[in-house]
């Protein structure tokens, strides 16, 4: 689908997807609540979608498609209800690692068989038998493991004593699932590296799930390279749980300036700084967003704490530094957790972006369309966590053809 911009001039509201983040978790706690739960503004994304239907299916196999956090939320959710089930999932979730939460939950009592490769799906929940109260998991692999193990602690008949080990990434995706956890009357201790969550009942209530911070970051960098703009992002909230608010940090560097209304955020441009720097491994599904908008902006920048964008819907890494050659500039990738993009700038003159079948990959790179024609490869990916991407941009000017 070819994708550019006439004018290089936005002034709309954007109103965002609401946030799949919260949703996933917030179905899993009304999944496990004894009480009514009403929720409002559920996400329309494939992946919130997909995790409504399988939380609603009674089949033995439930089949996740591409949906990471459905994956792990539904494992640890299946093997808490001592639910006999299959999970499996897409060729890629077949290589995307499951092991650390699988080891966590036999640990503790899930009777837990790998169908094919160990460690990863497919894998067959046979039983679940509480053993012991405490569990021991990493902390610098996937917060998903956690959240998992959290949602579900609360109706474990020992509640559950959770040890994190090293480095805890993604703190904010953890703080995320503990608030969603308390507005629901659950309560917790946090001392330390130990998270405790004793056997109690999710409580009524209910909830408005908020706009996807995580959308937003594309509409920030379409500010960032737009000649002139005035956009307002709605149903964003200042006090949000979602650990991708961090974009509003981060844009202060790249020119965005955020200014909280009662009903939104509205976006304006401003100054650059010289050098862009920024550690992600607490947003790290900003990093495409930003690594591409750097690298358009032609500033010098350092992202590091990238190391999960590894194992996502894509090796993310790689891809980035692929895409970014094709626009002209080589970008430096040290080890597993670091890339450096050098002054200098891309080249916009109609490549084609190969999406790797990953929703972020065509997300991030579109708005650099500001500058020029491009080829967004497989545009449907969007689906997985913005429906209405396309739609958006059009309103926001953008032409598409070939779609």
């Known amino acids: 689908m070819k994708i550019y911009h006439p004018t290089k001039k936005v002034s709309l509201d954007v109103p965002l997807v609401s946030s799949k983040s919260e949703s996933n978790r917030a179905l899993i706690i009304q999944a496990s609540a004894k009480e009514d739960i009403q929720l409002d503004n559920i996400s329309m994304a494939r992946d919130t979608q ?3 239907r399988l939380l609603g299916s009674d089949d033995l196999t439930l089949d ?4 990471g956090t459905t994956m792990r939320f539904l494992t640890a959710y299946v093997t808490a209800n001592n639910r006999q089930t299959i999970m499996t ?25 790998y169908m094919n490769n160990e460690g990863y799906p497919p894998h067959k929940i046979k039983s679940f038998a509480q053993a012991t109260d405490t569990v021991n998991i990493r902390g610098d692999v996937s917060s998903q493991y956690i959240s998992a193990l959290l949602l579900v602690a609360p109706s474990l008949p020992q509640g559950l004593k959770i040890v994190l080990e090293g480095d805890v990434n993604s703190k904010p995706y953890i703080m995320m699932t503990l608030s969603l956890m308390e507005r629901f009357g659950v309560e917790y201790k946090w001392e330390d590296n130990v ?17 996807d911070w995580s959308g937003a970051s594309y ?18 909230r200042e006090d949000s749980l979602q650990g991708d ?9 790249l020119g965005v300036k955020s200014t909280f209304e009662a009903d939104g955020v509205r976006l304006t441009k401003t100054a650059l700084a010289d050098k862009f720097y920024y550690d992600f491994t607490h947003c790290p599904d900003l990093a495409q967003t930003i690594v591409s908008l750097v690298a358009a ?7 590091i704490g990238l190391q999960s964008l590894r194992i996502k819907e894509t090796d993310r890494i790689a891809a980035l530094q692929n895409e970014i050659k094709k626009l002209g500039l080589e970008i430096e990738v040290i080890g597993d957790e670091e890339i450096r993009v050098p002054k200098g700038g891309i080249k916009i003159e109609g490549q084609t972006i190969d999406t790797y079948d990953d929703h972020r990959m065509a997300m991030a790179f579109a708005p650099l369309s500001i500058l020029g024609e491009l080829d967004i490869e497989e545009p449907g990916v969007v689906a997985k966590s913005y429906p209405s991407y396309w739609e958006d941009l059009k309103s926001a000017g953008f032409v598409m053809e070939g779609e």
């Open 50 to 52: 997909t995790m409504m």
């Open 64 to 67: 996740v498609l591409d949906a």
């Open 89 to 113: 999932g897409t060729p890629r979730m077949q290589e995307r690692p499951i092991g650390i939460l699988v080891d966590a939950l036999r640990s503790i009592g899930g009777n837990i068989d």
């Open 195 to 211: 998270i405790t969550v004793a056997p109690q009942n999710y409580k009524s209530g209910a909830y408005t799930i908020e706009s």
């Open 219 to 236: 509409w920030y960098s379409i500010v960032a390279l737009s000649e002139e703009a005035e956009v307002k992002i709605m149903n964003l």
């Open 245 to 253: 608010k961090a974009i509003v940090e981060i844009m202060e560097q």
């Open 297 to 303: 902006l032609g500033m010098e920048g350092r992202m």
